[in-house]
């Protein structure tokens, strides 16, 4: 009985961590969405033929001739330097390899992402390995070159890139102007569906920030749920309307049985609203608000919303309260009606996702993102992700003085059932956090904003996050990390 007790443990804790249960012929791990994740870098969002970049970012691309270059559906379609960006093959504008995603770097004199190679051997064909990237040459002419490039003066000449921000940087070369790649703007706090069967079946919903202080959200779709292009490329499918001031933010969608679509969003930074989608989320109508701040620890501020629909017909619908005082849950009876709390409504606080060790001095949790399952006993299984403010590393000795790891925000995960119009207890995750980047050993820079999806394959999730620095204040798009 103690042998069988302990085997109990040690599987229980190993399915905790993240270890899902492993086909016993093939010793392929199947991913269960709580971790661990690993980080595939940035989310690829393209308005058009322009790629969205960090709101911090400069514009950036290369001087190039007046045509374009061939239209393209993923790097497989272009020569060997250029990547398909935004539908076009070019040669990548880069500041930071995150940009450049898996199997290229980017080469900071140049701003350009290159494939990496040991020897030649690992470079295509009329190419060298020079300084461990591919480069080709020699060249004669513009024409021997790729998009983006042009055959340089230097003996031996090469093609190079001419990094630009605008036409002006390009004056020196007749013939050549900017083609920008890199746009910056914001984009945050997304919301990702499947779509079984189609040729691009991540659908995500997101906010983007546009002149005038405004904040609107828009529709994207992708094939491999890593790029992103905007459909429709040239609008916001949700504007503010006169009651938001200026913002909606924050989209949580439901899909009902019938195909409609269903909108949860932050309204004016302070209520959540709703609205419905008959089109794939391209237009929508019916908007009315459905929660507001009420209770004392919600302070004037109800957002962040996360909702979801039990198999027994309610729609769940979990927000944060305040800014980063707790999480909160409020339940309606069908896709229509109104949303009540139970108490307060609090279900969640930072001081519950402390952990002394693990995750020490929580002070601020925000928001969630729920995903609801068919119980064991006929209940809902709930699964909650959320962002919280923390410190996960001891303090590290800098020129021999003991230095603490500022805070910084990270992803955490909490269960609990859903039955009778009751939530049970949420219980943390007990190794939180279950998403945490860490750079130079000791840099804990900050994700926000979860959102998690089951890629259309199953037994794989993605996970959808906000990049941010150490304190969360300098913001650099979404990024994305998968399970197992």
């Known amino acids: 009985m103690l042998l069988a007790a302990l085997l109990g443990i040690t599987v229980g804790a190993n399915r905790g961590c993240g270890f899902g249960p492993t086909d016993s012929f093939t010793g392929r791990r199947i991913g269960d969405g709580v971790a661990p994740y690993t980080d595939l870098g940035e989310v690829r969002i393209c308005a058009g033929n322009d790629r969205l970049g960090p709101p911090t970012s400069l514009p950036g691309g290369y001087c190039d001739r007046a045509q374009p270059g061939a239209s393209c559906d993923a790097d497989a379609d272009c020569r060997s330097r250029e990547r398909c960006v935004c539908g076009l093959c070019t040669v990548q504008f880069?500041?930071?390899?995150?940009?450049?995603g898996f199997g290229r770097v980017c080469s900071f004199v140049d701003n350009r992402c290159d494939r990496p190679c040991a020897s030649r051997?690992?470079?295509?064909r009329g190419e060298s390995c020079i300084n461990q990237v591919c480069r080709s040459g020699p060249c004669t002419a513009d024409t021997q070159c790729q998009t983006g490039e042009r055959c340089g003066t230097a003996t031996p000449r090469r093609c190079v890139v001419d990094p630009c921000d605008s036409d002006?940087?390009?004056s020196m070369f007749p013939g050549r102007s900017c083609k920008v790649q890199r746009r910056p703007r914001t984009a945050r706090e997304p919301t990702v569906l499947i779509v079984p069967g189609e040729k691009r079946p991540f659908l995500m919903f997101l906010a983007l920030d546009e002149p005038g202080g405004v904040t609107a959200i828009y529709r994207a779709d992708s094939d491999d749920g890593q790029a992103f292009r905007l459909d429709p490329a040239d609008r916001a499918v949700l504007a503010p309307a006169a009651e938001d001031a200026m913002r909606v933010d924050?989209?949580?969608v439901?899909?009902?049985a019938e195909g409609r679509l269903t909108m949860y969003f932050e309204s004016a930074g302070v209520a959540i609203a709703r609205a419905q989608s008959s089109d794939d989320g391209r237009t929508w109508t019916g908007r009315t608000r459905v929660l507001t701040a009420s209770a004392s620890w919600e302070g004037t501020r109800v957002g962040a919303p996360a909702a979801a629909v039990a198999p027994s017909?309610?729609?769940l619908l979990f927000y944060e309260g305040g800014t980063g005082a707790g999480l909160g849950l409020a339940v309606a009876g069908g896709a229509t009606a109104s949303f009540t709390?139970?108490?307060d409504g609090r279900v969640l606080t930072a001081a519950q996702v402390t952990d002394p060790t693990l995750w020490r001095r929580v002070d601020l949790i925000t928001s969630p993102t729920v995903e609801l399952l068919p119980g064991a006993r006929g209940d809902t299984a709930v699964r909650l992700w959320f962002a919280a403010r923390g410190e996960e590393s001891a303090a590290a000795k800098k020129l021999g003085v003991l230095t603490p790891i500022p805070p910084n925000f990270s992803i955490g995960f909490a269960s609990a059932t859903f039955a009778g119009g009751r939530l049970s207890m949420l219980v943390p995750h007990p190794w939180n956090p279950v998403f945490d980047r860490i750079e130079g050993f000791l840099v804990h820079p900050s994700e926000l904003s979860p959102?998690?999806?089951?890629?259309p394959e199953g037994e794989r999730y993605l996970l959808y996050y906000g990049r941010a620095s150490v304190d969360g204040t300098d913001y650099a798009n979404l990024g994305v990390a998968e399970n197992p």
């Open 94 to 100: 880069c500041t930071a390899s995150a940009e450049c």
């Open 121 to 124: 051997a690992d470079c295509g």
């Open 168 to 170: 002006v940087a390009c």
């Open 250 to 252: 924050a989209p949580s």
């Open 254 to 256: 439901v899909r009902d």
């Open 313 to 315: 017909g309610e729609t």
């Open 341 to 343: 709390r139970s108490g």
């Open 451 to 455: 959102a998690v999806v089951e890629a």
